[in-house]
Every structure is written in structure tokens, then in C-alpha cells.
């Protein structure tokens, strides 16, 4: 795993550098360890450098964000493999070589996620990534083995190896070449959806991404990012850019309408729960959105290169709140 990078982004993180780095360096192998720090105010850089020296670290001037951050720091470095692991995972120990093998064996697999599990309740699935994420129709975000926030038990239920739609940011590897083939994470998304608008541009270029059981890591669900409306504003603000991006051209205007309806029902939500932050949070994100309409139109790709079967389920909301169907096995009873 010479040629692997495991590369951590750190903002102020250094409790958490203290609580799991020692793990990520002892269970990742020959692989490079890289530690990419956001301005953090901490120390965390001046302690990792002091206590564990094989760290690289490489320290940038300000706050660039999950995305910018890593496509900033990742220029500097130099490997075949990219490890993408927060700050806030605990890794297994034997974690890293199923994932690399897979890409090593699999000519086809552009990148993988192993099983996320939730490091307070291990026998559980955690709501970032679970065993691996897909869309439905509108771009909502979903999960095997996570539905909204009901988190199953790992029973063995995914153990199948199987193509995903998306990886979780928390921890996934992807070969440095796609990545950048990419043109990275989207910067001005700063956090929150960036990676699946990357596997989103992967899917629509014909790569292939997957999920193995066989890799296991723990992770603290919103250590790095708690809930706040800055969160609730760029999750709306993020969803929306990123359906503007990579949709078909036949169904754009239709999603982009049907998300606008469901965000203002959202905001109503809140609204009656008298939490006016979130629900100013959501308005203030369509308004960001409105402005930055034209600039993410010229990115588009051409029609016929952004592909039309995205998405597993038509309307993951009716499907959970509606039919019921609380786990991912119950969306289809083909699934095996």
C-alpha cells in the first residue's frame, strides 16, 4: 500500500486527532499517512508534528471547507490511491487493504466505500455513508441500511458486494487519477453533498463505485460537523446546485421545481416548530441558489452524457412516510 495515500482533513479537530490517529496510523499499513489542516487555531499541527512525526502535514492559510480544503491540499499529494478518512472515524484494523484491493482487482471500480458503523453503538449502521448511498429521483440522499435517520442493525444484511451510486465523504478511496480527471470536489460547495455530487460526475462519465463489508470503520456522527442553520443552508443551497449540475436535460426543470415545493414544506416544518434559524436557513439557501443559477448552468454536460436512470427510488420520502418502509430492504422486495 506503498502507493496510498490516508489523508485527514482537520479543522481544529485535535481532540479527535488525539482520540483516533494513533488507530489510523497503526492499522493503515505502508500507506502514506497526510494530515491537511484548515487554519485550525488549536495546535492540532504543532502536536501531530510533535508526537507523530510521520505525519505529513501540509497547513493551509484559511478555511477552505471540506471541498476546497482537499483539492487544495491534495495537489501536493503524490499517490495512486487516495484515502479520504475524517478526523471523527475510528478505523478497524484491517480496514484499508479491502478497499485497496478491490481497485487493485476490480478494473472497473473507480472507487469504494467500506461499512460505516456508528462508533457509539457498533452493532449499528451510521446515518453518514452506512453501507453506501444512492438518490431518488428528486436527489435525495439515501442509504443501505439508513433511511432518513433510522439506522439499521449490521446483521450481515449488505455483506453483498454491489455497485453504489454514491461513497461517503467520511471515508472512502478513490483512484487520484479520477479524481482529478473530476476536476476534484466542487469548491464552492465549501461542505455537505460534495461527494455525491463527485460520484454524481463519475456516474455520469461511466465510472463505478462500490461498497465492501469486508472494510469496516466507526464514526462519530457530526463530531467535525454539528447541526446548525449554517448546515441546513448548505445542505439545501448544495442539493440544489448539484441537481443543476449533473440532471438530464428532460427532467431539470421538473426535479428543480418539485425540490423547490418540498424545501418550502420544509421551512413550514420549521417554521411550526418555531425554529426560525432553519427555516431562514432554507430561504436564504433558494435565494443563493437563484443567484448562482447561471454560473452552474454553464457547467453543465452535454444532454446525452448526463444519464437519465440515476436514481433507485422514484420518492424516497412517499416510500418511508407514506408506504413505511423503514428499511432499505423493504423499497424493493426483488433486492437480495
Known sequence: MKNTAVVLLNYN?????????????????????VLIDNASSDGSVAWVQKTHPTVTCISL???????????EGLKSVKADYYALVNTDIEPSPNWLAPLITELQ??????????HILSHSNKAYFEYAGAAGGYLDEL????????????????????????????ASGA????????????????????????????????????GTIYAISESKVYHIGAATLP?????????????LLMCLKNLPQKKLYSVLFKKLLLDGGIGIYYLLKLNFKYTYAIISAHFAFYKMF???????????SNKAHYFLRKNIVFDYFVLRRLNFKDLNKNYK
Do not use: M
Request: contains cysteine; glycine residues 8%; positive net charge.
Open 227 to 239: 447541526p446548525s442553520a449554517q448546515k441546513v443552508f448548505l445542505n439545501h443551497r448544495n442539493s
Open 294 to 304: 447561471n454560473s452552474y448552468a454553464k457547467l453543465r454536460s452535454s444532454e446525452s
Open 61 to 71: 492559510s484559511e478555511n477552505l471547507g471540506y471541498a476546497g480544503g482537499y483539492n
Open 139 to 166: 436527489g435525495i440522499p439515501f442509504c443501505r441500511g439508513r433511511l432518513f435517520h433510522k439506522c439499521e442493525k449490521d446483521v450481515g444484511q449488505y455483506h453483498e458486494k454491489v455497485p453504489i451510486f454514491w
Open 13 to 33: 479537530g485535535i481532540a479527535l486527532l488525539k482520540k483516533f490517529l494513533p488507530k489510523t496510523l497503526r492499522y493503515s499499513g505502508e500507506a502514506q499517512i
Open 171 to 206: 471515508c472512502f478511496v478513490i483512484r487520484s487519477q479520477t479524481f482529478w480527471k473530476q476536476g476534484g470536489f466542487d469548491a464552492r460547495f465549501f461542505a455537505h453533498q460534495e461527494e455525491i455530487d463527485l460520484c454524481w460526475r463519475i456516474f455520469n462519465s461511466g
Open 105 to 114: 482487482t476490480n478494473p472497473s471500480a473507480v472507487a469504494v466505500q467500506p
